[in-house]
């Protein structure tokens, strides 16, 4: 049971290119989130998925798309990277069920670096 | 929208001791949850404790306990007996209660504070 598992753990881009952030979690659970991590502030959300087949912005959207694939992976698009985006990236997972339904669980996050 | 508030952006403490960290929060919700992640140099987000708002009983997980005021919408977090492996940045967060499981996932973000760096000294 490996929980949630994120690659790369590291990138480095220029300004313009395109990548995707892969996520996957093997405990079953419902709910996907990526969030972001800038030096000096907590976590903030960046987009979610309640369920499988769906997916909904959260507080800082712009520039990312989102594909919830299956139900096990969650993977976070940058179409044009920006040095703005520049960042520490986590994807988490919640079941939604049973007594620590409420609980996420974190990957172990991507450093992307935009030059 | 809510608000978490750590004040005490760093904080040390000696092996062995006890130390407590501060969180304030700002909610009109009646019903939520709050929790302490802990992130060490890994950078890993690990779970450290969580409390349900209805409940009036104070969380405990081993050497770590908080004192849960919801009146004063005040969610410390206590670690006894200190250890170096307890060094990490702390975030307090906290989690709306949806009734529906499958309620829509923004019911369920996690809203951060912006962390407190603990450091244990040997």
């Known amino acids: 049971n490996a929980g949630v598992t994120q690659t790369p753990k590291f990138q480095v881009l220029k300004t313009g290119q395109s990548m995707t952030l892969q996520c996957a979690q093997d405990?079953?659970?419902?709910?996907m989130y990526w969030y972001r991590q800038d030096p000096g502030m907590g976590l903030r959300l960046i987009y979610y998925?309640?369920?499988?087949?769906?997916?909904d912005k959260g507080e800082v959207p712009n520039g990312y798309n989102v594909s919830r694939l299956n139900k096990r992976e969650f993977s976070l698009r940058l179409e044009s990277a920006a040095p703005s985006q520049t960042s520490v990236y986590f994807c988490?997972?919640?079941?939604?069920?049973?007594?620590?339904?409420?609980?996420?669980?974190f990957g172990p996050g991507t450093r992307l670096t935009v030059l | 929208a809510q608000t978490v508030t750590q004040s005490q952006p760093e904080m040390s403490v000696q092996e062995a001791e006890t130390v407590t960290l501060s969180c304030t929060y700002d909610?009109?919700?009646?019903?939520?949850?709050l929790f302490w992640y802990k992130q060490p140099p890994s950078r890993q987000m690990i779970l450290v404790i969580r409390?349900?708002?209805?409940?009036?009983q104070n969380a405990t997980e081993n050497r770590f306990s908080v004192n849960f005021q919801k009146a004063a919408k005040s969610f410390s977090l206590k670690i006894s007996d200190s250890q170096l492996g307890d060094t990490a940045m702390y975030f307090c967060a906290f989690m709306k209660h949806g009734i529906i499981i499958y309620s829509s996932g923004s019911a369920r973000q996690l809203t951060f504070g912006s962390g407190t760096q603990l450091t244990v000294l040997p």
């Open positions: 409390q349900e708002a209805y409940k009036q």
């Open positions: 998925s309640a369920s499988e087949g769906t997916t």
């Open positions: 909610t009109s919700e009646n019903n939520y949850y």
């Open positions: 405990m079953n659970h419902n709910s």
């Open positions: 988490a997972s919640r079941h939604g069920q049973g007594a620590r339904g409420d609980t996420q669980y």
